[in-house]
């Protein structure tokens, strides 16, 4: 069975700098990948999704993410954070074995401080 | 448009009550999901659809049961309510087999004292 791997719980950042949140899956196949994010007291939204193509994904927000088969990882970046991205972020993949599950990471807490 | 409508939104239940969390969709999705969400854990599937009439166990399906009578609807039950069912539940839906991703409704905060 596929997992998904958040390595960070809790990320602290100031505001503008720089964001990485690691994500790594377990299926060798063909995948479509997922990051959402909820903000605080709300339902998961869609932030950015790769399906095939060009493997560095931009998102809303000024959120991408980069695909990279070899590593099987879909790692979260954004040049420079705000205040108001303060929310949880969870990686999400979808494999052609999986049927119609979407299995999800633990999600990584972030907090940025003002 | 509505998208993913849940209801309630916060409920405390007592231990061996039930409760009938609703599910409503308004974008003719065929596929409709439960999730449940524990702080550290993610989300984990409870029970999914794939059309009406068509439901199947995910990953935890213990305690819970589903319906799927209309394309718009997929309640969730928890027949004897247990504190380990203390969660948040997201119920989403999808176009199709999730290549584009899901639509989740806002979630209900259940508490089983």
């Known amino acids: 069975a596929q997992s998904v791997s958040q390595h960070n719980h809790h990320v602290i950042l100031s505001e503008a700098a720089s964001l990485e949140l690691g994500c790594n899956y377990s299926y060798g196949g063909t995948v479509n990948l997922f990051w959402y994010v909820q903000y605080p007291g709300q339902h998961l939204q869609l932030l950015l999704k790769?399906?095939?193509?060009?493997?560095l994904v931009k998102g809303i927000k000024g959120f991408e993410a980069e695909f990279i088969k070899s590593k099987f990882s879909f790692n979260l970046r954004k040049p420079s954070v705000q205040w108001s991205d303060t929310a949880e972020y969870f990686c999400?993949?979808?494999?052609?074995?999986?049927?119609?599950?979407?299995?999800f990471g633990g999600g990584t807490r972030l907090m940025v401080k003002p | 448009n509505a998208g993913v409508t849940q209801t309630p939104k916060f409920r405390i239940l007592k231990i061996g009550q039930s409760m009938t969390l609703q599910c409503t969709q308004d974008?003719?999705?065929?596929?409709m999901y439960w999730y449940r969400q524990d702080p550290g854990m993610g989300l984990k599937l409870i029970y999914y659809?794939?059309?009406?009439?068509?439901?199947d166990k995910g990953e935890v399906p213990n305690g819970y049961n589903v319906s799927r009578s209309t394309t718009e609807d997929f309640p969730l039950r928890l027949e004897l309510a247990a504190p380990s069912q203390t969660s948040v539940y997201f119920c989403?839906?999808?176009?199709?087999?999730?290549?584009?991703?899901?639509?989740f409704g806002s979630g209900t905060r259940l508490t089983v004292v």
């Open positions: 999400a993949v979808n494999a052609d074995n999986a049927g119609n599950m979407l299995t």
């Open positions: 659809s794939v059309g009406a009439g068509i439901t």
């Open positions: 790769y399906f095939s193509g060009d493997p």
């Open positions: 974008m003719n999705h065929n596929y």
């Open positions: 989403a839906s999808s176009y199709d087999r999730g290549n584009y991703g899901y639509t």
